[in-house]
């Protein structure tokens, strides 16, 4: 069982930055496809950004050339530096782990509220 812990959330204004942490339970982190997710009121849960083991990654159209997934494996912990946000970024982020038996987890995730 892995357990996430997302943080970093909060209230920022259009055109401003933010950057998520989520840190990860257990000794294996390094060898988990980590992701972030996002969820607004009444829609469906997205894929923002993946990375996998070998560091490769992947973004929503969205999203491309303003947020950035990177990971610290000495820390247990994958990070989306979010700039230029826009008030459609506004939704519950997501921190999801794949393990490499294909099993999966989420963290209980955390408010970005994009608003002047």
């Known amino acids: 069982q892995v357990q996430l812990v997302e943080s970093g959330g909060g209230l920022v204004q259009p055109g401003g930055l933010m950057r998520l942490s989520c840190a990860a339970s257990?000794?294996?982190?390094?060898?988990?496809?980590m992701g972030w997710y996002r969820q607004a009121p009444g829609k469906q849960r997205d894929l923002v950004a993946i990375?996998?083991?070998?560091?490769?990654?992947n973004y929503a159209d969205s999203v491309k050339g303003r947020f950035t997934i990177s990971r610290e494996n000495a820390k247990n912990t994958v990070y989306l530096q979010m700039n230029s946000l826009k008030p459609e970024d506004t939704a519950a982020y997501y921190c999801k782990a794949v393990d490499m038996g294909g099993h999966y987890y989420w963290g209980q995730g955390t408010q970005v509220t994009v608003s002047s």
């Open positions: 990375i996998t083991a070998d560091g490769s990654r």
């Open positions: 257990g000794r294996m982190f390094a060898f988990y496809a």
